[in-house]
């Protein structure tokens, strides 16, 4: 086996943008016959984007991949093995399928084995499952093909290796979630570990609605021992030696927990925002620290010429909010809009007033002061055409702490799986970049300032104990007896697994919003509004 440099294509997708995709592709091809690959890896379903979701449904869908598959291999430079997922129809059957493009046609193609149908996966829905390795030669190396799923179990790799495969290379479409780079180095060893094969893992890059896709690609020897890795959350070329059958190429340290979640968001927000045309957002601040963070990625992810903020003060709003809000916003350099929601509130109130008379404030009229404050922003947005961003976290979710048509009205969910803990923590982390965070935002206690006096856990448990609760209730469905076996209070268990379970009708009218852990509302975690079941204590 000789040495050969190979290209791996961090590949940051637009879901259904064939032709798009494929001129990318080509330009990233380009680039790697000009630095002498003989080889470049692109991930899963590169060409059409993932994940393709019903499309891959569609009979026009497969067929115009396959017209764009094959104007792409046409266009390749001579003598460089392009390596690209794409959708595949044959007969009545439809495939998750790479294929090896080279001298202008399609050399060999691959169909996944193993579909994964959990957590975010559902592709047994869409796909039929490929049953046989394909091995091709380039640079006189022998490669086989994986895609994602088919290294997560036994069975493909070693096939790949009978098949007479020298290097494996997997093709990605592997969402980003709190640690999930071990997970994958443990996986990716495991199958190295069964074939003996030394093995390059290409990972797709960006954000598709729900969904961010970290990159982070990497190479491991036979023994598995890392031998490349490459950045997260970059787009990009980057470059492997082939060298007596080892992969070889720069070894990177990847960010901390927090740089990595904040790299999440504002890719998450960056790509939502430019893939579905918005020309900027605008969202509520409040003073509070849930909607600084979002202001802070918003203004990261797109610039603060493209970031509206509009502070609404009601009767309740402290002055120090006003003074907190506006600094920040000085701070960060964005338009910075006062206004007040009094008025409409008094007009609220008098055209309810029969209907009400005799009757105490409650939550009632916090609601409304919080659909007031969704009304103007949509109005804004509808107007001027921006995309509202909500402020609410993953604790409020959870508990229901968070108003239907009012603080969850808009079109996307920065926090919506960021617990209310981390929230502090990322706060404190981008502040660590450049101070512009004012530190009375980190540090005074929480409160929606819906009435007099209001402090958050006036209604909830601490949040150090709330997001600990429901990480193990929601995330790693432990029952609640096993909750309280570990420690926590019964009553603060009791107290959150009922906000948890009451609040799902609220979870599902709610927008979409970017998943940063293992089990995040929405795509993941499917709960029925309507059920019976209780737990046990």
């Known amino acids: 086996m000789r040495a050969m440099k190979i290209a791996i294509a961090q590949f940051n997708a637009t879901v259904g943008d064939l032709d798009g995709n494929a001129a990318r592709i080509l330009d990233l091809a380009n680039q790697a016959a000009t630095a ?11 060409l059409c984007g993932y994940p393709p979701e019903d499309l891959a449904l569609r009979a026009d869908f497969y067929s115009e991949s396959a017209r764009v598959l094959l104007e792409l291999a046409r266009g390749l430079p001579a003598g460089l093995a392009v390596v690209v997922g794409h959708p595949l129809a044959e007969g009545e059957e439809r495939y998750n399928a790479a294929s090896v493009l080279r001298d202008g046609g399609i050399l060999a193609t691959y169909r996944k084995q193993k579909l ?3 957590t975010v996966f559902d592709e047994l829905r869409t796909f039929t499952p490929g049953k046989e390795a394909v091995v091709f030669e380039q640079g006189g190396a022998r490669f086989a093909l994986n895609i994602c799923a088919d290294i997560w179990e036994p069975g493909p790799a070693a096939q790949a290796r009978d098949a007479g495969a020298e290097v494996l290379l ?30 390059i893992y290409a990972n797709l890059v960006g954000g598709q609605d729900e969904l961010v896709f970290d990159g982070a690609s990497f190479a491991l020897d036979h023994t598995g021992a890392l031998t490349a890795q490459f950045p997260a959350f970059e787009a990009g ?17 990847l960010p901390n927990t927090e740089a990595m979640v904040y790299q999440a968001l504002v890719l998450g927000v960056r790509d939502y925002v430019a893939k579905n045309g918005f020309p900027g957002v605008l969202l509520g601040l409040s003073g509070g620290i849930d909607s600084a963070l979002t202001l802070v990625v918003a203004v990261d992810a797109i610039g603060a010429e493209n970031v509206q903020a509009v502070m609404m003060p009601s009767a309740f709003t402290a002055n120090i909010s006003l003074e907190d809000a506006e600094a920040l916003a000085e701070n960060l350099k964005v338009r910075y809009d006062v206004q007040p929601i009094k008025r409409m509130f ?12 005799n009757l105490p404030f409650d939550q009632t009229e916090e609601n409304i002061q919080a659909r007031i404050r969704g009304v103007v922003l949509m109005a804004l947005s509808n107007k001027f055409g921006q995309l509202v961003l909500t402020t609410g976290n993953k604790s409020e979710m959870a508990s229901g702490y968070a108003t239907l048509y009012g603080d969850m009205a808009g079109g996307f969910a920065v926090l ?6 981390l929230v502090w923590r990322l706060s404190r982390y981008r502040n660590s970049l450049g101070a512009v965070i004012p530190e009375r935002i980190i540090t005074r206690p929480p409160s929606a300032e819906l009435r007099a006096n209001q402090c958050d856990q006036d209604s909830l448990p601490p949040y150090e104990v709330l997001d600990a609760i429901m990480e193990r209730y929601v995330e790693r469905d432990m029952a609640p ?20 379970d009451r609040s799902e009708y609220k979870r599902r009218q709610s927008p979409p919003g970017i998943r940063i852990t293992a089990r995040g509302f929405g795509r993941d975690r499917r709960y029925p509004i309507t059920s019976k079941y209780r737990a046990p204590y």
Not at 36 to 46: K, T
Not at 237 to 253: C, F, I, K, M, S
Not at 347 to 356: A, G, I, K, Q, R
Not at 486 to 500: D, H, K, P, S
């Open 36 to 46: 002498d690959a003989a080889l470049m890896l692109a991930p899963e379903l590169a």
């Open 116 to 118: 994964p149908n959990h």
């Open 170 to 199: 997997v093709l990605n479409a592997s969402p980003f979630h709190l640690n999930k780079q071990p997970e994958r180095h443990e996986v990716a060893r495991q199958r190295v570990g069964e074939c003996g094969l030394p093995l």
């Open 237 to 253: 070329l980057y470059w492997l030696n082939l060298e007596a059958g080892t992969p070889r190429g720069d070894v990177q340290a």
């Open 346 to 357: 008094d007009t609220f109130m008098e055209e309810l007033s029969d209907e009400f008379e």
């Open 416 to 421: 919506k799986d960021v617990p209310k803990t």
């Open 481 to 500: 007896r096993d909750i309280i076996a570990e420690g926590y209070a019964e009553a603060a268990v009791r107290q959150v697994v009922n906000l948890i």
